[in-house]
């Protein structure tokens, strides 16, 4: 079982910057790749970054390329995303994800562990 808890959502103007954390609370956090996803409301749920156990491997949605950074530190069994010039249609829930492959990539599905998510609201 792995839980995960994430933080550092908030309200931030457009153009400014967020951290969101997203910490693991299992002993193999290593074997686990991660995953970002955004809700909106009356949108579904979408991809917006994923990281391979190691970080080697990283990949972002088209709409969030330039703009995000997603890193782990294994060490502190916890994922970064970095948000920059963040725009108003990033406003969203964001939801940290884990799965047992290397790398789990954008598909939903590829993901089985879940957190409760992270308001992000940017204003215009």
């Known amino acids: 079982q792995v839980r995960l808890v994430e933080s550092g959502g908030g309200l931030v103007q457009a153009g400014g910057s967020l951290r969101l954390s997203c910490a693991a609370s299992?002993?193999?956090?290593?074997?686990?790749?991660m995953g970002w996803f955004r809700q909106a409301p009356g949108k579904e749920r979408e991809h917006v970054a994923a990281i391979s156990w190691n970080g080697d491997i990283t990949d972002y949605a088209d709409s969030v390329k330039g703009r995000f950074t997603f890193s782990r530190d294994n060490a502190k069994n916890t994922v970064y995303l970095q948000m920059s010039s963040l725009k108003p249609e990033d406003t969203g829930v964001y939801y940290c994800?884990?799965?047992?492959?290397?790398?789990?990539?954008?598909?939903?599905?590829?993901?089985?562990?879940w957190g409760q998510g992270t308001q992000v609201t940017v204003s215009s």
């Open positions: 994800a884990a799965s047992n492959y290397y790398y789990a990539g954008s598909y939903v599905n590829n993901y089985v562990y």
């Open positions: 299992v002993r193999t956090f290593s074997s686990y790749s």
